[in-house]
């Protein structure tokens, strides 16, 4: 993964590169290491070459979609798509949701993932380590761990409710949609940031009621209406609870704590699941 400081600005031979001028400014959100040139994003390259290739490639095919938005991605006068460890995008204007959006945040994903429905598998999801990708597969039971004393109780919990599934479909999905769909008047709604997994659709959903339940004023019908009529739902919240504690489990390393009232955060969580479970 690059690790450029949050304060680093693309060098004017990265702005030449691209066929861009002007000066940077930083943008909100994208863990701070995003900046607005000349109309264009750029950001430092998350990932191999290859990867962002592939990036790349998917967002030029999915730009002429309908139900969404994507950036379109910049490419250097010689074609690259990274250019000294930076990337380069349109500009969507939009403000990100989720408050306020979270049937548009769940709307935008489904239509998102119905366009990524015949994407074959991508091989380098096998070799990604990162804390997000060592949660998804300690969620679905692929890899076990011990995480950090603080939450250890509500993970416990979380794996003790575990049960197996019915195997939908897996496919292509973004796993973090919730801070990353913009919305703007007379715009569709615009999906950033894509976090790429392969897992069923109704997880990436699961994902987005998980972060709301946690973190968020959580819309009392949203719980139910985000997975209305699949049988498994309780159990992909429970693994999208499982995924989040993981993370951020993995974020604080061993000897780490947790965010204050985050345990508490979780047990509320796994009450309201439990409650779903029982209806």
Not at 57 to 77: I, N, Q, Y
Not at 171 to 187: K, M
Not at 227 to 254: C, T, Y
């Amino acid at each position: 993964m690059n690790e450029m400081p949050s304060n680093a600005v693309p060098a004017p031979a990265v702005l030449d590169a691209f066929g861009v001028a002007g000066s940077a400014v930083p943008l909100a959100g994208g863990q701070g290491r995003s900046v607005l040139v000349g109309g264009s994003v750029f950001k430092p390259a998350e990932g191999t070459d290859e990867e962002v290739e592939w990036a790349a490639s998917l967002f030029e095919k999915l730009a002429s979609d309908s139900g969404f938005r994507v950036p379109l991605p910049l490419r250097a006068a010689d074609g690259r798509s990274v250019v000294d460890g930076w990337t380069a995008c349109e500009f969507l204007t939009g403000r990100p949701g989720p408050e306020g959006h979270w049937t548009g945040v769940l709307s935008a994903g489904r239509a998102f993932h119905r366009a990524l429905r015949h994407v074959p598998r991508p091989e380098f999801l096998d070799r990604h380590v990162h804390p997000w990708a060592v949660a998804d597969r300690v969620a679905w039971g692929e890899q076990d761990i011990d995480v950090i004393d603080d939450l250890a109780a509500p993970f416990s919990t979380l794996r003790e409710l575990r049960r197996p599934v019915t195997q939908d479909t897996a496919q292509l999905v973004h796993g973090d949609l919730t801070g990353n769909v913009l919305f703007a008047p007379d715009h569709l709604p615009a999906v950033i940031d894509f976090s790429p997994y392969w897992r069923p659709p109704v997880f990436a959903e699961a994902i987005v009621v998980a972060d709301a339940l946690l973190w968020f004023d959580l819309p009392s019908d949203l719980v139910t209406a985000a997975g209305r009529g699949h049988p498994d739902w309780p159990q992909m919240l429970v693994r999208a609870l499982i995924f989040r504690l993981v993370a951020h489990s993995e974020h604080a390393g061993p000897a780490g704590r947790a965010h204050s009232g985050e345990p508490d955060r979780y047990a509320r969580a796994i009450e309201v699941v439990r409650q779903l479970a029982r209806s």
